[in-house]
């Protein structure tokens, strides 16, 4: 996006925007209804945006093709699973903790007590169409 000089840069409270989320029990085929309480646009960001999500549970698997994608884990604690080539990964995050997903790493992530995150995300977002064992 383009801004001229005398166009306002937003500013974002971040605080607000949580605000408006609940905390819900995520599931690989949860309803999108479900998702919009507790998954939020907070702002577009280069060729994608910055998202916000509050849940328990696990979320199906995921993979961002066009770029990394920065996870910054806000409160709780939540495990990254990964499938790399060199075999599946788990790493705990908790709070105040920041990893790069590199491109096309298929993750998902499970939190049995609760997380809040922040993620910068390129799109698009790839999902399978059924939850399964290894999307790959």
Do not use: C
Not at 13 to 41: I, M, V
Not at 61 to 76: F, S, T
């Amino acid at each position: 996006m383009i801004r001229t000089e005398d166009e306002l840069i937003p500013v974002i409270d971040f605080k607000a925007e949580l605000a408006k989320l609940t905390q819900f029990a995520r599931t690989p085929t949860s309803p999108e209804a479900d998702r919009r309480k507790g998954l939020g646009s907070i702002a577009p960001y280069r060729d994608g945006g910055i998202f916000a999500s509050k849940f328990t549970g696990s979320g199906g698997w995921e993979r961002h093709p066009a770029g990394d994608e920065i996870v910054y884990v806000l409160e709780g604690k939540t495990i990254l699973r990964l499938l790399t080539d060199a075999g599946p990964q788990d790493q705990e995050l908790s709070a105040g903790m920041i990893m790069v997903v590199p491109t096309g790493v298929w993750h998902r992530f499970e939190s049995a007590n609760g997380v809040t995150l922040m993620a910068v995300t390129r799109q698009p977002t790839e999902h399978p169409k059924v939850d399964v064992a290894d999307p790959r």
